[in-house]
C-alpha cells in the first residue's frame, strides 16, 4: 500500500516537474484568458496598523469570496475562526480549501499549470517555494508591501523566518512567515531532578542528569529511564511512522556537522560518515524507546507524552501548550488526551546544536487569483503582529510563534506557569534553527531520504539504505539540470541554516 501511494505522488511530481518545464520552454507560464495583472502604483511609506491599513482597503471587495488553501484538520481551525471576523470587518467570505499535507504540493502547482485558478490566497511550507516561484504559482508581493504595509512588520519576524529562501528569494517576497514550527526537546523535569535518579545516572555514566546536550547523551538518557522504569515508562519516543521521518534526520546530519550535497560538484553526502552515524543514532534509539515504535505517528507520541510515559520526546510546539493544559475545555481538543504531566515539563534545545525549523507555512497569493488585491489584503491582515498574535495563542490552532513580538508578548508568557522558559526556549532553538532542504524537487528528496530511514528501522544496514537514496538524489539532480540545481543549492545556503553543526554527536 506504502509503495502505491508514494509511487503516485511520485508521477504527481514528476507530471508536475515536466509540465514546469515545458512552460518554461514555450514561454506560457501565463494564460492569455486571464486578466491583466492589476498594477499597483508606488505610495508612500504606509504608517499605522497593517491589520487596521487591510481591513479598510478590502472593504471596496465586499461580496466577493476568497478561497484559500490550508491544510486540513486542527490547522484548517485557524482561517475557520478567523475567516467570518474578517467577512464582518470586510464582507469578504473566506472559503477555506481543506487539503493534506502531502497532496497541498501537488495541487497547487497543478491548478496553476492546467489554468484552473481554484485558490487566491495559498500556504505552503518554505521548502517548497522555490518549486512554486519557478512554476509561476506564487504572486510577487512586493508591489503591495509597499503600498499597504507598515514596513516594520518585516522586521518583526524572527531573523531565521525573515532569511532569504524561507519567505523570499532575494528581495522578492513571495509569502509571509506564517507559523514558527521549531522542534526542541520536552523531558519530565521531575525525572531528571529526582536525586535518587540524578545518583544513580552520574554513577553509571559520569556526568549529571540533565537535559542531553549531544545525541549521545540522548542515547544514554533515554537507555537509563527505560532500563529503570519500562514497561511502565519509557525513556522517549520520536515518530517513525513513514512520511516524516526525514525531518528528524535533517536536523540532526547538521548538527552532527553535515551537508547535504558538494557545493562544487552537486554530488550528495547524504551517505558520507556523517550520514551513516546519524542514521545510525536513530535506528538505536529505536531501541530503547516503547514496543512499536516504527509505526508511532503524531497520535502515539503525544498520547504517550501526555499520558506520562515518556521520559522526552522531540517534536513541534503544541506539546508545550498541550502539556501545560493550555485550552483543555476548548472543544476543538476534545480529541488531545488529559494531560498528566501539568507543572512537570522542562524545555530544552534539541541535542546537536542544529534545530529544525520543522515545516511551518507562509502564507501568500496565488497568481491565477481573479482578486489579488484582496487576497494580499487579507494575507497582510492574518499574519500583522496583532492580528497573528490572536492566532498563535489559540489553544487549538496549531500556528506557532513567529514573530518577535510573539516571543515577548507579556500575555503569551502568563498563559501557564513556566510559559516564559517554553517561548525563551522556542526563540533559542529559533535562532540556530536550520531549514528543510528548499531546492526544486525538495518533495522527491525528502521522499527518498524518509524511505532511507523507515528502510533502515526496518533492519536494512544505514550505508545500505543512504546509498540508495544518495543514487536517487543523484538521478533527481540530473533530470533537474546539475547546474540549476547548484545555483538553487547555493540560494538555498545563503539562510542562516548555512552555517555548520558543532558536531557535537
Not at 263 to 284: A, F, H, R
Not at 471 to 493: C, P, V
Request: charged share 25%; glycine share 10%; with cysteine.
Amino acid at each position: 500500500m506504502k509503495k502505491l501511494r508514494l509511487s503516485k505522488l511520485g508521477f504527481l511530481l514528476f507530471l508536475s516537474l515536466v509540465m514546469v518545464g515545458l512552460t518554461i520552454q514555450f514561454g506560457m507560464a501565463g494564460k492569455e484568458e486571464v486578466e491583466e495583472e492589476a498594477v499597483v502604483e508606488k505610495a508612500a511609506p504606509v504608517t499605522g496598523s497593517s491589520a487596521d491599513i487591510a481591513v479598510e482597503e478590502a472593504k471596496k471587495y465586499s461580496g466577493i469570496t476568497l478561497s484559500a488553501l490550508w491544510e486540513g484538520g486542527l490547522q484548517a481551525q485557524d482561517p475557520l475562526t478567523m475567516g467570518p471576523l474578517w467577512e464582518k470587518l470586510t464582507g469578504i467570505k473566506i472559503n477555506v480549501v481543506q487539503m493534506g499535507f502531502l497532496d497541498m504540493y501537488a495541487s497547487a502547482i497543478q491548478d496553476h499549470l492546467t489554468g484552473v485558478g481554484s485558490y487566491d490566497v495559498i500556504t505552503y511550507t518554505p521548502h517548497w517555494l522555490i518549486d512554486f516561484a519557478n512554476a509561476g504559482v506564487m504572486e510577487p508581493l512586493n508591489p503591495y508591501i509597499d503600498k499597504y504595509m507598515n514596513k516594520a512588520d518585516l522586521e518583526d519576524y524572527l531573523p531565521p523566518f525573515a532569511a532569504d529562501g524561507y519567505g523570499r528569494l532575494g528581495d522578492t517576497w513571495y509569502g509571509f512567515p506564517d507559523d514558527g514550527d521549531i522542534f526542541i526537546l520536552y523531558y519530565r523535569k521531575d525525572l531528571f531532578e529526582d536525586p535518587e535518579n540524578k545518583a544513580a545516572f552520574k554513577a553509571k555514566y559520569g556526568y549529571e542528569l540533565a537535559a542531553p546536550k549531544t545525541w549521545t547523551e540522548f542515547d544514554e538518557i533515554g537507555k537509563f529511564f527505560t532500563d529503570k522504569y519500562a514497561p511502565k515508562l519509557y525513556g522517549g519516543a520520536i515518530q517513525r511512522l513513514e512520511g516524516l521521518n526525514y525531518y528528524w534526520w535533517m536536523g540532526a546530519f547538521s548538527g552532527n556537522g553535515g551537508q547535504f550535497f558538494n557545493t562544487d560538484t552537486m554530488e550528495p553526502m547524504i551517505n558520507s560518515e556523517v550520514g551513516v552515524l546519524t542514521l545510525k543514532q536513530m535506528v538505536d534509539q529505536n531501541k530503547w524507546m516503547p514496543p512499536g515504535i516504527r509505526k508511532w505517528g503524531f497520535m502515539e507520541v503525544l498520547s504517550a507524552w501526555l499520558e506520562g510515559k515518556l521520559a522526552m520526546t522531540i517534536t513541534w510546539p503544541p506539546y508545550g501548550r498541550w502539556s501545560a493544559g493550555y485550552g483543555a475545555a476548548s472543544k476543538h481538543l476534545s480529541w488531545v488526551p488529559t494531560s498528566q504531566v501539568i507543572g512537570k515539563v522542562g524545555y530544552a534545545p534539541m541535542p546537536g546544536g542544529r534545530q529544525l525549523l520543522a515545516g511551518g507555512y507562509c502564507i501568500g497569493v496565488s497568481s491565477d487569483s481573479k482578486h489579488k488585491e484582496a487576497a494580499y489584503l487579507f494575507a497582510q491582515w492574518m499574519n500583522s503582529p496583532e492580528i497573528s498574535m490572536q492566532r498563535v495563542t489559540f489553544p487549538f490552532a496549531l500556528r506557532d510563534p513567529f514573530r518577535i513580538s510573539h516571543f515577548e508578548s507579556p500575555l503569551y508568557r502568563s498563559l501557564w506557569d513556566n510559559s516564559d522558559e517554553y517561548l525563551d526556549t522556542l526563540r533559542e532553538a529559533g535562532m540556530l534553527g536550520q531549514n528543510l532542504l528548499g531546492i526544486p524537487g525538495a518533495r522527491e528528496y525528502d521522499e527518498a531520504l524518509d524511505n532511507a530511514c523507515t528502510a533502515a528501522y526496518a533492519g536494512t544496514d544505514p550505508k545500505v539504505a543512504l546509498d540508495d537514496a544518495a543514487k536517487r538524489w543523484k538521478e533527481i539532480t540530473k533530470r533537474l539540470g546539475i547546474k540549476d540545481q547548484k545555483e538553487a543549492y547555493s540560494i538555498w545556503r545563503r539562510g542562516p541554516w548555512n552555517k555548520e553543526g558543532p558536531k557535537t554527536q
